[in-house]
C-alpha cells in the first residue's frame, strides 16, 4: 500500500540556520502531496501542497518540489526562527476515492534562540 | 468562526465507561474524518464519511462507533473504554483530494 517515510527527529537548529526535513514517498497514480505542522496542543495545520510532478508547494517561507521520478517532497527553509519549532508532517492523499490521506511519522523541530 | 470544532477537548475517564466525542464544521466540505494520534504522534485515519455516507472503515475495534447525522456533524461514539483508547482523536473534513484536510484541536482522551 502507499505509504511516507520522513527523517526521524528531533532535529535542533540554531535560529536563522537553514532547514531540510526530508520526506519519501511509495504510491500508486499520482497522489497529492502536502505538509503539515502540528504546534504543541492543537491540531494540524495545512503548510503547503502540491498536487503534481514538479509543483512546488510554498508558504511562510517554507517550501517543497514534488519530484516524481525520486518519490520525494523535501521540506527547506532558509532561516528558521524559534517560532517555527513544532512538529512537522509530510502527507500524501490516494488516488482513489475516500480522499484518505496517510501521514508520515512526524519530525519534531527544535530552534533554539 | 471556529472552521472545525470538537468537543470535549479534554476527557478523563474510567475503564469499561462509554463515552461520546462531538465534531462540526462550518466550511460546507463534503467528507469528514476521524483520525487517532499516539503518543508517539503517529497518525492513524479511522474512519470518513462523504455526506453522511461511510466511505472508509480501517481496521478499528468495533467498540468504536462513527455517527453523521448530516455532512455537517461527524461524533465518534466508545464503548467499553479500554487503556489503551488514550490518545489524541482528531477530526478533520476536506472538500476534495488535491485541498487538504482542515483539522479540529483535538480531543485529549485519558482512560484510567
Known amino acids: 500500500g502507499d505509504s511516507v517515510t520522513q527523517m526521524e527527529g528531533p532535529v535542533t537548529l540554531s535560529e536563522e540556520a537553514f532547514l531540510t526535513i526530508n520526506c519519501t514517498y511509495t504510491?500508486?497514480?499520482?497522489?497529492?502531496l502536502f505538509w503539515y505542522v502540528q504546534y504543541p496542543g492543537e491540531g494540524l495545520q495545512l503548510l503547503l501542497k502540491?498536487?503534481?510532478?514538479?509543483d512546488k508547494g510554498s508558504n511562510k517561507g517554507f517550501e517543497a518540489t514534488y519530484r516524481k521520478e525520486t518519490t520525494s517532497f523535501h521540506l527547506e527553509k532558509g532561516s528558521v526562527q524559534v517560532s517555527d519549532s513544532a512538529v512537522y508532517f509530510c502527507?500524501?492523499?490516494?488516488?482513489?476515492?475516500?480522499?484518505?490521506?496517510?501521514f508520515g511519522a512526524g519530525t519534531r523541530l527544535f530552534v533554539k534562540a | 468562526d471556529t472552521a472545525v470544532s470538537q468537543t470535549p477537548k479534554y476527557l478523563v475517564t474510567q475503564m469499561g465507561n462509554d463515552k461520546s466525542i462531538k465534531c462540526e464544521q462550518n466550511?460546507?466540505?463534503?467528507?469528514m474524518y476521524w483520525y487517532k494520534q499516539d503518543s508517539k504522534k503517529f497518525l492513524k485515519i479511522m474512519f470518513s464519511?462523504?455526506?453522511?455516507?461511510?466511505?472508509i472503515n480501517e481496521t478499528v475495534p468495533n467498540r468504536f462507533s462513527p455517527k453523521s447525522p448530516d455532512k455537517a456533524h461527524l461524533n465518534l461514539h466508545i464503548n467499553s473504554l479500554e487503556l489503551g483508547d488514550s490518545a489524541v482523536y482528531f477530526c478533520?473534513?476536506?472538500?476534495?483530494?488535491?485541498?487538504?484536510?482542515?483539522f479540529g484541536s483535538g480531543t485529549r482522551l485519558t482512560v484510567v
Open positions: 478533520a473534513s476536506s472538500q476534495d483530494r488535491a485541498s487538504g484536510y482542515t
Open positions: 504510491a500508486t497514480g499520482y497522489p497529492s
Open positions: 502540491a498536487t503534481k510532478a514538479d
Open positions: 502527507a500524501l492523499s490516494e488516488n482513489t476515492g475516500g480522499f484518505k490521506t496517510i
Open positions: 466550511l460546507g466540505h463534503d467528507t
Open positions: 464519511y462523504n455526506n453522511k455516507e461511510l466511505i
